[in-house]
């Protein structure tokens, strides 16, 4: 029998609560083949770790999560920890340290999800944003002279290197080409004369080896508008990412909301574990109340399904959401229902294990 090794990293607010549901759901689909099974491990990282120690992780952090086939991020972030450690020290630092290169985000609407725009069908809203992850605008690099005094003055460098911008475009065209869609590339050239007129070079140079694959390009406040105008002409899409964290956001919000919002930190190489996690933040308004979304995370438990070669299984677990979406019967509030956390956890896994047995997936 196979074994995956997970990391666990609840974290901060409702991380606990969604990730719980998220760990209930890939222990049912493992139950159901008995081909592998996941082994959890829990760290206490986060914002209450870094009140009691002054750091939002282990010094040697990084080394123990060295160890494991992926991670399974909760939220990070809480009232009294300022946002820019919690992310930097936490999820950047991961990131980083472990190449985690491509952010995968899908934006598709599923049947039973609220759909927000008019004169739109739910088919048009269905792409995939891949996000460069390691650089660009969120390298770190820059200065603050001067703090403080009249004069003080802040740099905040982007970082666009030959690699990290080819290697991100390259992995979006061998996506486009796997999955027969068309790719777009979202810049802003006409502004950022040095690193974007770089990205839309290293498009073009890139381009040329696909053929195959149908391209267009836009700026990126082009595309923001017509992500809303008009969905359908986003199949798979690369971009920067600044650009990419923004416009998944405006992407989730087209796909049924922010509790429906996965997302995948792949390192392609598989030389470090991969990061999987739920898109929205820890909502320390309602934590501790039972009652937030954890579809999010569950979807976050069917890219890791995907990324270990299940992804028969990680179909299953997407059409399990939808199932419980279009019953409309176990919802948390935000979707305007009245379930608890663990209810809309226990709703899925009961359908996946009625899927499986319906369609008699095959086993590895």
């Known amino acids: 029998m196979k074994q995956f090794k997970i990391a666990v990293i609840a974290g901060d ?55 494991f086939d992926a991670i399974y991020l909760g939220a990070v972030g809480f009232p ?14 991961i990131r980083k ?30 792409m995939l944003f891949i996000r460069e992850n390691s650089e660009g605008e969120y390298s770190g690099a820059g200065d603050w002279l001067f703090k ?4 003080e003055v802040v740099l905040q ?26 790719l777009t ?17 290293v498009f073009e140079e890139v381009s040329a080896q696909y053929p195959e694959v149908e391209t267009a390009s836009y700026l990126v406040d082009a595309a923001a508008m017509l992500m809303i105008k008009d969905p359908k002409r986003f199949e798979v899409v690369v971009t920067s990412n600044l650009f990419g964290d923004i416009l998944t956001d405006l992407g989730a ?24 996690e739920p898109i929205h933040g820890s909502a320390p308004d309602i934590a501790g109340k ?8 569950i979807w976050s438990a069917s890219q890791m399904l995907d990324f270990f070669g299940y992804e028969a299984h990680g179909k299953v677990v997407l059409e399990a959401i939808e199932q419980l979406l279009l019953e409309d019967q176990v919802l948390t509030p935000d979707m305007n229902g009245t379930a608890s956390t663990s209810e809309v956890g226990d709703r899925v896994s009961e359908l996946i294990a009625t899927i499986i047995s319906s369609k008699d997936i095959a086993v590895k």
């Open 185 to 201: 590339s979202i810049s802003k050239a006409n502004a950022l004369n040095y690193s974007m007129v770089f990205w839309d070079q």
């Open 97 to 126: 340290s472990f190449d985690q290169y491509v952010n995968i985000r899908p934006v598709t609407l599923l049947k039973g999800a609220h759909l927000p725009l008019v004169d739109v069908k739910r088919e048009d809203i269905d």
């Open 80 to 93: 009294g920890v300022p946002d820019h450690i919690s992310l930097w020290d936490l999820l950047l630092k």
């Open 13 to 67: 607010g409702i991380g606990p609560e969604v990730i719980r549901e998220g760990v209930k759901v890939l222990n049912k689909v493992a139950q159901l083949d008995s081909n592998f099974q996941f082994e959890f491990t829990y760290f206490p990282w986060g914002c209450e770790f870094y009140a009691e120690n002054g750091k939002m992780m282990d010094d040697d952090g990084i080394d123990q999560l060295k160890e």
């Open 290 to 297: 039972g009652i937030g979304n954890p579809l999010a995370s």
């Open 148 to 151: 403080g005094q009249e004069h």
């Open 157 to 182: 460098n982007s970082v666009f290197s030959r690699k990290g911008t080819e290697r991100i475009i390259r992995y979006a065209f061998e996506t486009a080409k796997k999955e027969g869609r068309s």
């Open 253 to 276: 919000a087209l796909a049924g909301g922010i509790g429906l919002a996965a997302g995948a930190n792949i390192n392609p190489e598989r030389d470090f574990p991969s990061m999987f």
